[in-house]
């Protein structure tokens, strides 16, 4: 080989048939390489469908704990007489409810009981509870209290208990003048 036909190194370059030399690797080295790195993608896919099978696992069980626990409260309030009473029990001569009545600011009220923390709403009848689903939409669900709105509010006047109210309502009207010109804040 001439001077001119030599390849030219510069340095920290090695020629290219050195470079050739390092980077072949026989068929069993290879073999065992690509083994090793499917057997560890196989237990990473296998330890995300244990995860995933726990979970979904635990989820199932969470959902028939809810309904354990919410079927459980509906036979409590089914069950409530949502009257004072105490160990002494009850005094036919003289009914005295355990419920409250609160307004909230924006208006709306609800009655609920102090015993079984029934809830009813305006529109609630002896066969049905007017409830918001998550979407924000009215559904209607079977009454497990057979108390609708009105038997509740006719209650309110057989307790002692008084009725309560948010505080805001000044701000409430505040707010409305804000959003409609010419309602006076202070009335």
Known sequence: MTEL???VQTQGTTPASSQQ???TIDAGTLQALVTMLLSERKE??????????????KE??????AKFMMDQKHKSQSLCTHRKGGKSGFNPAYVNYAISHHTYVDASSTIRC????????????????????????????????????????????QTTNTATASEIVLNYRAEVAHAEPGIDPVK
Request: charged share 30%; proline share 4%.
């Open 21 to 23: 030399d390092a980077v």
């Open 60 to 65: 199932k069980q969470r959902r028939i704990n």
């Open 114 to 157: 102090l015993i079984c923390a029934m809830k009813w709403m305006p529109g609630d009848t002896k066969e049905h509870l007017n409830r918001k689903d998550d979407n924000g939409n009215i559904v209607k669900l079977p009454n497990h209290t057979s108390w609708g709105w009105a038997d509740a509010y006719a209650a309110l006047k």
């Open 44 to 57: 990473q896919m296998e330890e995300r469908q244990a995860k995933k099978e726990a979970y979904l696992a």
């Open 5 to 7: 036909n030599k390849p």
